[in-house]
């Protein structure tokens, strides 16, 4: 199916499109964080710590006074960017092998294998060991996901590959005299984008929550760095006397993985109608 | 007919499927861990030894072997059971694990429980009245479950239940030596986060296996002999489509062993998840290497469990 079609299609969905919007929003407010921050989110005033939603602190302050609608914003810039990254990274991954996997008999079963293998270990357990041996940083955090994800795409491109592998009109192309890299690349390949897309947008709803569950763990970003992650393990144990350090880092955390998620369901739904009936 | 039969073959290449993964997974271990803590040596001995002192550690250990020698001895004391010795907590990895098993296996069963109690008859409910207001809740009520962080969930349930209510312990597993019941109660929030959260994934499933069976010959056949609609979806159809709900179900409780790191911390469970959290604040590598490889075993195993059942279980498979 063509994009614009797809996308005139998706804005007949108002869940989909409120999704949409919320992500846009979450964008808008990441990208221009400097020009929406009411504060320096790592201003801190102690006589101020711990204040509830005020016209001065629209969603209030944490305990070293600092603006939490600030921090939020400004960590939406680190926790997007990661996600981004990590989506980006294991879907480009996983493409290639699940390409080379699904079309060359050959490779299928040993690739396939270290696939299996890589998904026997937890997500979270393997994030956090492969981000033990690089080091805490952002770009390892990535690094880490996107090995934690690229498995799960390579599956799901390689039983893509498989169906179309077998269509006539690859036959067809073949037959002419058309070169392997060529056949993977202009004709595999673009009939492989629904089941890519939703990888995308599913991935990036899971790296949002990864990477904030190994910022909460101390083993993620430094927590130094504001993310949403780095939000909720700073002030937890806050939380009894001052709710809001806790409720909406993790708000902003649900919003975006959900929004996310529909905006993914809502891809497959149109893209492929024999998928409909199974979510 | 010589030979061994279809059945036989099958199972004698699912044995073989699973032991290669199994080496793949040893391999991922061993180059993962080694690659983190560098020259072992130096971590043995520290700052201070001598040239010879290390010449001879690593003729002892064999670490002046190639590297894929050095995988063979240790591949060699890990399936004798050996996981090597914590550097942080003065005993043997196994012994480390072993104490950490109850707490995270009760956990994952309590919470698969919960899962499967919340997810079966929402997705059994969601695909009777496809595309009516309640399968549009329930689908929307799983995606939100796929969209909340553990961490978060857990600490608004201790602050509803715990703190304000008083019903359950803030955290923690019971005093040492605790009876039974007590650490059973210590696990009910956690496993209420982890068992809500999951469910999400079970209500998912259920749908889309109602749904593959809903469209089958049988359920027809099963309607038009007018039996009452609720036996054709609980008997006919649910008894079908509890195979691969089954399947999931028990993935599931394997990828809690282990998988549950961010629950068992907020809830101060002393759980395998948080041994390796503590491990790689410490740099245990030990520890590390010992968790991943039994905790992705059990996966493995799991998995085959599975597949063997079905072989058991399945009226078309006859051996």
């Known amino acids: 199916m063509r994009l614009p079609r797809l996308l005139r299609q998706l804005m007949h969905r108002r869940i989909v499109m409120l999704s949409a919007l919320v992500l846009i929003v979450i964008a ?15 201003d801190t005033a102690v006589l101020d710590r711990l204040k509830g939603p005020s016209a001065e602190h629209l969603l209030g302050t944490d305990e070293l006074g600092r ?16 996600a981004a990254l990590t989506a980006l990274g294991s879907v480009i991954a996983g493409t290639v092998l699940g390409l080379v996997a699904g079309f060359f008999r050959r490779l299928d079963a040993p690739l396939m294998r270290v696939v299996d293998a890589m998904m026997s270990f937890p997500d979270i357990l393997l994030a956090i060991a492969l981000v033990a041996i690089l ?37 067809a192309v073949r037959a002419l005299g058309v070169r392997t890299s060529r056949i993977l690349w202009r004709h595999i390949l673009p009939n492989l984008l629904s089941p890519i897309l939703v990888q995308v947008s599913f991935i990036f709803a899971y790296a949002i929550l990864a990477e904030a569950g190994l910022s909460f763990l101390g083993v993620g970003v430094p927590p130094e760095i504001p993310t949403w992650g780095t939000m909720v393990a700073g002030s937890q144990q806050y939380a009894d006397k001052a709710f809001w350090v806790v409720l909406f880092p993790g708000l902003a955390i649900i919003f975006t993985a959900l929004s996310l998620q529909i905006l993914g369901d809502g891809v497959r739904d149109l893209l492929d109608p024999k998928l409909k009936k199974t979510l | 007919m ?9 199972l004698a290449s699912r044995i073989a499927g699973m032991l290669v993964v199994l080496a793949i997974v040893a391999v991922i271990v061993f180059v993962l861990t080694r690659a983190a803590s560098g020259d072992p040596v130096s971590v043995l001995l520290g700052d201070q030894a001598t040239a010879d002192d290390i010449a001879r550690v690593k003729k002892d250990y064999g670490l002046d072997k190639p590297l894929p020698v050095q995988f063979g001895y240790w591949l060699r004391e890990v399936v004798q059971g050996n996981l090597g010795q ?16 109850e707490p995270t296996t009760l956990l994952a ?44 969930f857990g600490i608004v349930l201790i602050q509803l239940f715990a703190v304000s209510l008083g019903w359950f312990p803030v955290s923690g597993y019971g005093a040492p030596g605790a009876p039974i019941t007590e650490r059973l109660h210590a696990l009910m929030l956690p496993a209420a986060v982890l068992g809500v959260l999951n469910s999400a994934l079970i209500i998912r499933f259920t749908r889309a296996s109602m749904l593959d069976v809903l469209g089958e010959d049988y359920v027809r056949t099963a309607r038009s002999k007018g039996l009452p609609e609720s036996s054709v979806v609980l008997k006919h159809a649910l008894r079908n489509a509890l195979v691969p709900i089954v399947t999931v179900l028990g993935l599931t409780v394997a990828l809690m062993i282990g998988g549950a790191v961010v629950t068992e911390t907020v ?5 395998i998840g948080n041994l390796v ?27 085959f469990s599975i597949d063997l059942l079905y072989v058991a279980v399945d009226p078309r498979v006859k051996l």
Request: proline fraction near 7%.
């Open chain 1, 28 to 42: 808008v407010l990441a990208l221009g964080a400097p020009w929406f921050a009411s504060a320096d989110p790592n």
């Open chain 1, 67 to 82: 603006d939490m609608y600030s921090r939020i914003v400004h960590g939406a810039r680190y926790s997007l960017t990661i």
């Open chain 1, 135 to 171: 080091g805490p940083s952002l770009l390892n955090v990535v690094l880490a996901l996107v090995l934690v994800y690229t498995p799960r795409v390579a599956r799901v491109v390689r039983a893509s590959t498989l169906v179309v592998r077998e269509l006539l009109f690859v036959e």
């Open chain 2, 2 to 10: 010589s030979g061994p039969t279809p059945v036989y073959r099958y």
């Open chain 2, 86 to 101: 914590s550097i942080f907590l003065q005993r043997p990895v196994t012994q480390a694990l072993w104490e950490r098993a």
């Open chain 2, 109 to 152: 069963l309590m919470a698969v429980a919960i899962a499967a109690v919340i997810g079966i008859p929402c997705g059994i409910v969601s695909a009777v009245f496809r595309g009516r207001w309640v399968d549009q809740l329930f689908t929307g009520v799983a995606m939100l479950g796929a969209s909340i962080p553990s961490f978060w």
């Open chain 2, 267 to 271: 809830f101060g469970l002393p759980g």
């Open chain 2, 277 to 303: 959290v503590s491990a790689v604040l410490r740099r245990d590598y030990p520890v590390i290497q010992g968790a991943l490889l039994v905790v992705a075993a059990i996966y493995v195993l799991i998995n």
